[in-house]
T-cell receptor, first 113, second 112 residues
Framework: GAGVSQSPSNKVTEKGKDVELRCDPI?????LYWYRQSLGQGLEFLIY????????KSGLPSDRFSAERTGGSVSTLTIQRTQQEDSAVYLC???????????FGPGTRLLVL | SQQGEEDPQALSIQEGENATMNCSYK?????LQWYRQNSGRGLVHLIL?????REKHSGRLRVTLDTSKKSSSLLITASRAADTASYFC????????????FGTGTRLQVFP
């Protein structure tokens, strides 16, 4: 598996429930990013991890959103008390060199009913 | 808010024709990248141009960068039906190099 993987591919949940989205970056990549893409829109930056440094959380839209990266590899994005406006495709990307090419996973399509 | 704005929003052409997409941005950049997205899922990196470069080529792709106008263009020559996708520009701001700020994208449809 050479690419970035994400799970689940699709998630349908009820308003108010919590969801966890997972990202497995390319092995050895120190940079990891989460984005959100609403239907027909561009990508909205959410959070960035670089090695063992404190993450850049400046893009998280509310305190219902959080993310962690364990052991500098796998990352989990958690959305608490989901709202309908959280429905979107959540994309993860990793990179070997900061500021340079990012490699994207296939995304998780989240639908909040 | 997103830094990049792209035009046109949508473009339809015949196979064999050239496709040109434009991107404008607001602040000084470290580099600018173009990505392609099929079917609303993962993005694929196409090309990166640095702020001190003016033009770059990769196969049928040609990218230009005009930092004085804060704009870039992506030209796809001799288009193919398989080029049908959404194309996004993305910038790394000079003052915030942890981020990649995406434009709104151009939806390209190439008819066989």
């Amino acid at each position: 598996g050479a690419g970035v993987s994400q799970s689940p591919s699709n998630k349908v949940t009820e308003k108010g429930k919590d969801v966890e989205l997972r990202c497995d970056p390319i092995s050895g990549h120190t940079a990891l990013y989460w984005y959100r893409q609403s239907l027909g829109q561009g990508l909205e930056f959410l959070i960035y991890f670089q090695g063992n440094s404190a993450p850049d959380k400046s893009g998280l839209p509310s305190d219902r959103f959080s993310a962690e990266r364990t052991g500098g590899s796998v990352s989990t994005l958690t959305i608490q008390r989901t709202q309908q406006e959280d429905s979107a495709v959540y994309l993860c990307a990793s990179g070997a060199v900061r500021q340079e090419t990012q490699y994207f996973g296939p995304g998780t399509r989240l639908l909040v009913l | 808010s997103q830094q990049g704005e792209e035009d046109p929003q949508a473009l339809s052409i015949q196979e064999g024709e050239n496709a040109t997409m434009n991107c404008s941005y607001k602040t000084s950049i470290n580099n600018l990248q173009w990505y392609r997205q099929n079917s609303g899922r993962g993005l694929v990196h196409l090309i990166l141009i640095r702020s001190n470069e003016r033009e770059k080529h990769s196969g049928r792709l040609r990218v230009t960068l005009d930092t004085s106008k804060k704009s870039s263009s992506l030209l796809i020559t001799a288009s193919r039906a398989a080029d049908t996708a959404s194309y996004f520009c993305a910038t790394v701001p000079r003052e915030d190099t942890d981020k990649l700020i995406f434009g709104t994208g151009t939806r390209l449809q190439v008819f066989p």
